[in-house]
């Protein structure tokens, strides 16, 4: 039953669209090809470029580090092409460190705190949204959600999506997003050495 609870509110969450004035926009990474972003990303980036045009936060933090072999991060990649639409890069704010949406989140609340910025728009896919809005209040963040609606991610394919984020909203609500995410590499590193 409370699989099903969650599966609910995590897909009424991919439904909302949360977008009002904000001190920073914060633009979930993804993959990206040699600087050049995915689609996905690309769609996430579009989504915020229009949030940032129509002036609900005065900056754009891009997240995302680099994978193994990769020359550019997400975030640089993401930077670089938000300049190309006519962002100024004082306007845009990188965490490069993050390899997942925790880490990602949690370098970017340090640096937004120390700014005295709190309110924040998240964008990303619409099936991440109960996690990421999750994640983002405890970090001490204040979280709306504002997803990007042109992502290729759409169809059947994106149930397991869906699946993915009601296990995960299910176990970090009761165990903490911080915990669940010090677990989840842990068994990466064991089954990695098995």
């Known amino acids: 039953m409370y699989l099903i609870v969650t599966f609910v509110q995590v897909w009424w969450a991919s439904r909302q669209n949360q977008a009002r004035p904000a001190q920073a926009i914060i633009v979930l990474g993804s993959a990206q090809y040699n600087g050049v972003p995915s689609p996905d990303l690309k769609a996430r980036l579009d989504h915020a470029l229009a949030l940032w045009k129509a002036r609900l936060a005065p ?9 193994p072999g990769d020359t550019f991060s997400e975030a640089s990649a993401s930077a670089n092409y938000l300049a190309s639409k006519g962002v100024p890069q004082s306007h845009i704010l990188r965490e490069v460190s993050g390899r997942d949406s925790w880490q990602s989140l949690s370098s970017a609340a340090e ?28 970090l001490g963040l204040t ?52």
Do not use: C, N, W
């Open 59 to 67: 900056i754009v933090v891009v997240t995302g580090g680099k994978q």
């Open 111 to 138: 640096f937004l705190r120390a700014r005295g910025d709190t309110s924040v728009i998240l964008v990303s896919d619409p099936f991440h949204d109960e996690r990421i809005s999750l994640m983002a209040g405890e």
């Open 143 to 194: 979280p709306y959600v504002s997803p990007t609606r042109t992502s290729p991610i759409r169809g059947l394919s994106v149930v397991p999506y869906f699946a993915k984020e009601t296990i995960e909203v299910a176990i970090g609500r009761v165990v903490g997003f911080r915990r669940l995410v010090g677990v989840s590499q842990r068994v990466q590193r064991s089954s990695g050495s098995g």
